[in-house]
Each structure stands twice: as C-alpha cells, then as structure tokens.
C-alpha cells in the first residue's frame, strides 16, 4: 500500500469531522470534542500541522497531525472508520512517520493514546514506542486516562 501525504483542505477536514466509529471506539468520532473538532475544521490551523492521508486512487483514508516542540514531533493520527482494524495501522503508522521524518528531522517522536485504545498500543509498541507516562486528561465531556509513549525517530 502506497500513502499520499498533502496538506489538508476543507474537503478532507470536513469529510474526517463526519467519521463514526463503532463500539467504544466512538470515543475518536470529532462530534464527541468540540475543540478537536473545531480546530481540524479552521483552516488557520492546518498550515504545516494538519495532512490529509490518501491511497493509490487517491482516496481519503486517514490523517495525521504532527506538532512540533523543540527537537520532539507530538503526533495525533486517525484512520478512517471502515479501515479500522484490519491490519493497515502499521503500514499507516510507519508511513506517518517516515513523512514526519523528513519533514520535521525530529530527534524523537511522541503520541498519546487513551488507555482502552489496546489494539492501537499493541501497534505503537511494535512500532517502537516505548510507555512514557499515564495521566488523566479532561476530553470528551469527561476525564480519560491515556498513555503517554516515545519512540527515537
């Protein structure tokens, strides 16, 4: 599988707030946070931050959002609902982060992940990251517990 990185646009944004997810994973649809919603839908924030992910036939399939704090790239991803759990993460995971890399040159890579999300920690951990820290985080109208993980880009 090919990935194509561009920067996202108001078509793919848009496209990504309507994602529905299934079963506990719905707690990723952007309905459910307005403040992550509301910043993939403003476009003054996807300047060199926000990329749209497609496949060969140029179809949306996810996206990833790279943040860039000193010699560190914070990395938030998602793939699209149908996609889900059917072996892509990996390859997705490893193609996000090759663009970051040379994008960005980090020095290290570092995303969270809420504690539940198994399958998506079972695919970070093969993908070298490493447990950093667990902390609560106040999202979703409630309070959630993530993991914190690392990885030398």
Not at 10 to 27: K, L, P, Q, V
Not at 62 to 72: D, H, L
Request: charged content about 30%.
């Amino acid at each position: 599988m090919k990935f194509g990185f561009q920067p996202m646009h108001e078509d793919h944004a848009h496209a990504i707030a309507s994602w529905h997810y299934e079963g506990i994973d719905a707690f990723y649809d952007m309905e459910n946070d307005a403040e992550d919603r509301e910043e993939l839908l403003d476009p003054g924030s996807w300047n060199d931050h926000y990329y749209a992910v497609t496949d060969e036939k140029g179809d949306l399939i996810g996206f990833f959002c790279f943040e860039r704090e000193k010699e560190v790239v914070v990395i938030g991803l998602g793939l699209r609902p149908d996609l889900t759990g059917r072996g892509w993460g990996q390859a997705f995971l490893e193609a996000g982060l090759e663009f970051a890399r040379e994008k960005y040159r980090p020095v290290t890579f570092m995303l969270s992940v809420a504690t539940f999300n198994r399958r998506a920690i079972n695919v970070y951990r093969k993908a070298g990251f490493e447990d950093a820290e667990i902390f609560v985080n106040e999202t979703n109208g409630g309070q959630y517990e993530f993991l914190r993980m690392a990885r030398e880009a």
